[in-house]
């Protein structure tokens, strides 16, 4: 089966991304606000007891987030001049409203990332996708008084359908699919998509329960990567996300390893600190339809 969401567009092809006043980097925090319900096995850090009902251990674990990392990453945003991105569980809006008026005090950005995370869309029929997805949007759009733009699937799951039915919901970007260091388009059946770059390795869940890294190594991967898409951006305009969930970057000791990291990136002069939403604005208005051009002049070789 072909894949029909996006073509290959390498990149030595691609004309030069001149990010907004000489950036070398667009770099944003991709904040995963979630809410897990305490039947249903998720993300665990003892697997253990993951089949039990209840599981005060994972759940508790878990619940950590919300209570106390959310808060704590709060600060330390605030105290870089950093605003998040928010991977916003739906739910999150009914069982956690503080988060989401104190987020809106500081101009964070809500992105759809469905109902909850212990709710997998990937085999839903089209027509329960459509009517879960419009479900999801329209508690995001009411509860924080901004429509999403952006979508980030629980796991980063999808449908084959999933695209075309955010488009058809006025949603303009995803996060699925972690390929690219830059935007590029999509091909939806209405409306315009975009992918923005998002991690699955620079990503916390992944380093610290798949890899089994300390903190400090993982802070240390995002000074890395800075490193190299800083040096390849006086080339062309690189984005970079460092994705992260309060309950596990936000505990006491992993914490200051990324504070350090986070301001080894500020310090720089030719970096735009910006949000997911600001930079699929920015590449739709200066972009976009050159990039559609060209892929499709490549297809047509």
Same mark, same amino acid.
């Given at each position: 089966?072909? $894949? ?7 990149? %030595? ?7 907004? $006043? ?15 319900? %305490? ?11 993951? =089949? ?12 950590? #987030? ?19 991105? !928010? ?11 503080? %988060? ?6 500081? +101009? ?17 029929? /089209? ?10 949007? &329209? ?7 901004? @429509? ?8 980063? &799951? ?11 919901? +006025? ?7 972690? $390929?690219?260091? @830059?935007?590029?388009?999509?091909? !939806?059946? &209405?409306?315009?998509?975009? =992918?923005?770059?998002? =991690? ?9 329960? +798949? ?16 490193? @190299?898409?800083?040096?390849? +951006?006086?080339?062309?305009?690189? !984005? ?9 970057? $936000? ?7 990324? #504070?350090?990291?986070? /301001? ?6 030719? !970096? ?17 339809? @050159? #990039? ?10």
């Amino acid at each position: 089966m072909e $894949n029909t969401l996006y073509a290959y567009w390498p990149l %030595i092809r691609r004309p030069r991304l001149e990010l907004p $006043n000489g950036a070398r980097v667009a770099f944003w925090i991709g904040l995963n606000i979630e809410h897990y319900e %305490i039947d249903k096995p998720s993300t665990s850090i003892h697997p253990g007891t993951a =089949s039990l009902v209840p599981d005060p251990l994972n759940y508790g674990w878990r619940d950590y #987030a919300p209570r106390v990392g959310v808060w704590r990453m709060m600060d330390l945003l605030d105290r870089l001049g950093l605003r998040a991105s !928010v991977l916003l569980n739906a739910d999150v809006c009914h069982y956690y409203p503080e %988060i989401i008026e104190e987020g809106n005090k500081r +101009g964070w950005v809500w992105l759809a990332h469905g109902k909850n995370n212990s709710i997998l869309e990937a085999n839903m029929t /089209e027509e329960e996708e459509r009517r879960y997805l419009g479900e999801v949007v &329209t508690t995001i759009r009411e509860r924080t008084g901004r @429509q999403p733009k952006g979508w980030l699937g629980p796991a980063l &799951t999808e449908t084959f359908h999933t695209p075309h039915l955010l488009a058809e919901l +006025g949603l303009t970007y995803l996060l699925d699919w972690c $390929n690219d260091d @830059q935007p590029y388009p999509l091909q !939806v059946r &209405t409306g315009r998509m975009i =992918s923005v770059p998002y =991690s699955i390795e620079l990503n916390d869940i992944p380093a610290f329960l +798949g890899k089994g890294l300390s903190a400090e190594q993982f802070g240390q991967m995002i000074v890395d990567a800075f490193d @190299q898409l800083y040096a390849e +951006g006086a080339e062309s305009g690189r !984005v970079l996300c460092v994705a992260l969930h309060p309950f596990l970057i $936000n505990q006491p000791f992993r914490h200051k390893y990324l #504070a350090r990291a986070l /301001e080894h990136v500020v310090r720089h002069d030719r !970096v735009w600190l910006t949000t997911s939403d600001e930079i699929a604005d920015w590449y739709f208005a200066n972009y976009y339809d @050159q #990039a559609v051009a060209a892929i499709a002049a490549r297809a047509g070789r």
